[in-house]
């Protein structure tokens, strides 16, 4: 059987649309090169006390760096220099990152976190990038803050690689999720779950249970009708928490079920939840609408939120249409 990759689907995709230029599609290779870079390491994090990393880092004599900091560094110097970019902003740093005046001059907005689950890798669990794409709402001129936060519908792309059993890409660019499996043996993405959709009615829940104390009222609420039997599903739902959004999310889109993670009151940094709209909930919330699920925080669609600031936490509610739908029915009776 014939063998679809990454770039052969993007390229196709190019051509159906008459007014690409081909930078988008050059802008996904870039990132598909550097996720490939994060994949070789993170695979052997557990040489690094061993072997050391080698290459770049040793060369330049600096220490041997954690993983999420490096998987930051090579998004940051390779897309840095894309060409193809406005503007650039990550989990990791507080502002949005410079980029060299001779290379900014892009169409594109990336917002990434670039290792996602990282207090995993040290047990070797899975991790993975996620990002989110815009494009640059003004003409040209140097990139207001105004301009990169922008409500989630304006994505032209979202998606994750996941640093799993296998490497994954899934993306989107609106026109349905699209999944592709890296073959280390060549080196290539390849298509392995075209046109992702996720089951109207979900049989997971994914949402730290240790603390149930801090919920709100609907939380609890919710999380007590999945594991009920008064459920659609007649059963109590299963229980799947890694603890590594990404992760979480993936096995959920593909078997169906719910992530939550709530506000709470433990204190006072966590009364919008932990997660980050801008790298985190947006980028999900497309791949969920295009897979034929939802994303809300509660009351609202994730994707309809004007954001005030990069680093703007929300609570999230993302899965299966019939989940999510349950959480809004209980949060609009409170
Ligand atoms: P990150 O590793 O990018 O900081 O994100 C961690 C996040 C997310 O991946 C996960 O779902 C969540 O933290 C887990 O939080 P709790 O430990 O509070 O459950
Ligand atoms: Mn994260
Ligand atoms: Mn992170």
């Given at each position: 059987m014939a063998q679809v990759t990454v770039t052969e689907q993007l390229l196709l995709h190019q051509k159906a649309s008459p007014m690409a230029t081909g930078r988008f599609t050059m802008l996904l290779n870039e990132l598909i090169l550097a996720a490939k870079i994060i994949s070789r390491e993170v695979n052997k994090a557990g040489l690094v006390n061993v072997l050391g990393f080698t290459g770049e880092i040793n060369i330049q004599g600096e220490k041997v760096k954690k993983l999420d900091e490096f998987a930051n560094s090579v998004l940051i110097h390779r897309m840095q220099r894309s060409g193809l970019l406005c503007a650039m902003s990550s989990?990791?740093?507080?502002d949005l990152i410079e980029i060299p005046d001779k290379f900014k001059h892009g169409d594109y907005i990336l917002i990434f976190d670039?290792?996602?689950?990282?207090?995993n890798i040290d047990v070797n669990v899975n991790v993975g990038t996620i990002f989110s794409i815009f494009r640059r709402t003004?003409?040209?001129g140097p990139v207001r803050l105004e301009e990169v936060?922008?409500?989630?519908?304006?994505?032209v792309a979202a998606g994750y690689f996941l640093y799993g059993t296998s490497t994954m890409m899934v993306y989107t660019t609106g026109d349905g999720v699209h999944g592709f499996t890296l073959d280390p043996s060549v080196g290539e993405f390849l298509l392995?779950?075209?046109n992702i959709m996720t089951p109207e009615d979900g049989k997971i829940y994914s949402i730290n249970e240790g603390y149930w104390n801090y919920w709100d009222e609907p939380t609890r609420e919710v999380v007590s009708y999945f594991k009920s039997s008064a459920n659609t599903q007649k059963k109590p739902y299963s229980s799947r928490y890694i603890g590594s959004l990404v992760s979480d999310f993936h096995r959920n889109l593909i078997y169906g079920g719910i992530f939550l993670y709530p506000k709470d009151h433990r204190d006072s940094k966590r009364t919008s939840g932990k997660?980050?709209?801008?790298?985190?909930?947006n980028p999900l919330a497309f791949v969920i609408e295009q897979a034929g699920g939802l994303a809300i925080d509660g009351q609202n669609r994730i994707l309809d939120i004007e954001p005030c600031e990069l680093h703007q936490r929300v609570p999230l509610f993302i899965g299966s249409k019939n989940d999510v739908l349950k959480v809004k029915e209980l949060y609009g009776k409170s």
């Open positions: 989990e990791e740093n507080a670039p290792l996602d689950g990282s207090s003004a003409e040209n936060l922008q409500k989630g519908s304006e994505q392995s779950h075209q997660l980050r709209l801008l790298c985190e909930a």
